[in-house]
């Protein structure tokens, strides 16, 4: 946890010469401005000024300057450019000229709803697997559709081609301080996922950034692209991003239930506000192609070690967590995250009871085990009308 002073020695003793300052437009894309050492005190105490009329969704031209002041806490060198003249990156916070934080920030947004769990007592972990596709490039570099190898679940080299630059992938989320679990060949031809540790909830969202772009640049050393999309191929699984959320009492929160009372509480919240979420979740098009196909959700239901359901409760040894499985990779996931965390503290506060778990396997179950269920929203235009409510607007303003 560098402080301001500390990130100025760093700067001047491991001889970095380029200083990339990040935030995030309203879709999750990492946007950077480069600076010399020399503008860092000048970044830390006034902001660097940028454009935020040539941001998508941020300011119209009349009102177009914003501040970047970078989180000195977020350091981390980036480890495939040059180790003399280092270059290092920083998330920052977006201010308005005033000083202000800016409102469409969407780390504030999530810093802000962790703050508001906190203050109610209760503490949030959040862990994502991310599944991503490895596709050829054609002769002018340009992405193609066919994937880098026709191998399957968990298979090994020499069907599994992958392997290498999963291992490249995890030595160097290692390097930039992110904890990789497990890594494996995913179901689909080409297809990757890595696991990385959990961790609070803005940890994990500036993880999930980070490691996006890893893959996206190891993938292009090695002559490949990277598709996050959540249904890259028409007849192959889909791309999730499934979110596992656990909750306990903070430490001055004495009082009240365990945290297997805790979870259900929080699961019952989501299930009650998935469908005004779920625009956020999947926020484009191509996402209403997976959801309900290949082990994607259809239904609002959970089950124990169901696959099947849009919230599973996994047989772990751990402390109880539940796993989220409707999100993909294309969502924002400082928002995402907001909205989840936001719709289980409220489940916690009303103490809401989840309906019964579904046992049956959803994807083959027939039409009397499913008409009583209702249905996630099955395409983009139907989320966003579910999207505009007070309990969206309460969180994102």
């Known amino acids: 946890m560098y402080t301001q002073q500390d990130v100025l020695d760093f700067i001047q003793e491991e001889d970095v010469k380029f200083i990339r300052l990040a ?3 309203l879709a999750g894309r990492q946007k950077n401005v480069s600076i010399m050492p020399n503008q860092l005190p000048r970044a830390f105490q006034d902001g660097i000024s940028f454009d935020a009329s040539s941001v998508e969704g941020f300011q119209t031209p009349d009102r177009s300057d914003l501040f970047l002041h970078p989180d000195p806490s977020t350091i981390t060198i980036i480890p495939w450019r040059p180790t003399t003249g280092k270059v290092v990156r920083m998330f920052c916070d977006i201010r308005n000229p005033d000083g202000s934080p800016y409102q469409k920030d969407s780390r504030r947004i999530l810093k802000d709803t962790v703050e508001r769990a906190r203050q ?77 540790h959990y961790a609070d909830p803005l940890t994990t969202a500036d993880n999930t950034s980070t490691f996006k772009w890893i893959v996206r640049t190891k993938a292009v050393t ?37 945290d297997e009372a805790l979870l259900q509480y929080a699961l019952a919240g989501i299930l009650r506000h998935i469908e005004e979420i779920t625009a956020y979740l999947n926020p484009v098009d191509n996402s209403y192609r997976r959801l309900g196909t290949a082990k994607a959700p259809a239904y609002i239901s959970w089950g124990r070690e169901n696959r099947s359901q849009l919230v599973r409760i996994p047989a772990t040894k751990d402390s109880p967590r539940l796993e989220l499985r409707s999100p993909d990779a294309m969502a924002n996931p400082y928002l995402a995250y907001a909205l989840v965390i936001a719709a289980a503290l409220d ?37 966003k009308a579910k999207a505009d409510c007070d309990f969206v607007r309460k969180v994102l303003g």
Request: hydrophobic share 35%; glycine share 10%; charged share 25%.
């Open 222 to 258: 090695n002559g490949l692209y990277a598709d996050f999309s959540p249904k890259p191929l028409a007849d192959k699984p889909g791309n999730g991003m499934h979110i596992n959320l656990s909750v306990k009492k903070s430490a001055q929160n004495t009082g009240g239930s365990d």
């Open 347 to 383: 489940g916690i506060q009303a103490q809401a009871v989840p309906p019964a778990a579904v046992e049956a396997d959803l994807f083959t179950a027939p039409g009397s085990v499913t008409a009583s269920l209702k249905r996630l929203p099955r395409s983009l235009e139907e989320a």
């Open 120 to 196: 109610a007592g209760y503490e949030f972990q959040i862990g994502t697997e991310m599944e991503f596709y490895l596709f050829n490039l054609d002769e002018g570099g340009n992405p193609t559709k066919i994937p880098f190898d026709a191998a399957g679940y968990m298979d090994i080299a020499p069907d599994d081609r992958g392997e290498n630059i999963r291992r490249d992938i995890c030595f160097t989320l290692e390097q930039m301080g992110i904890l990789p679990e497990a890594s494996h060949h995913e179901e689909g031809p080409g297809q990757n996922e890595i696991d990385f």
């Open 23 to 25: 935030f995030f437009d």
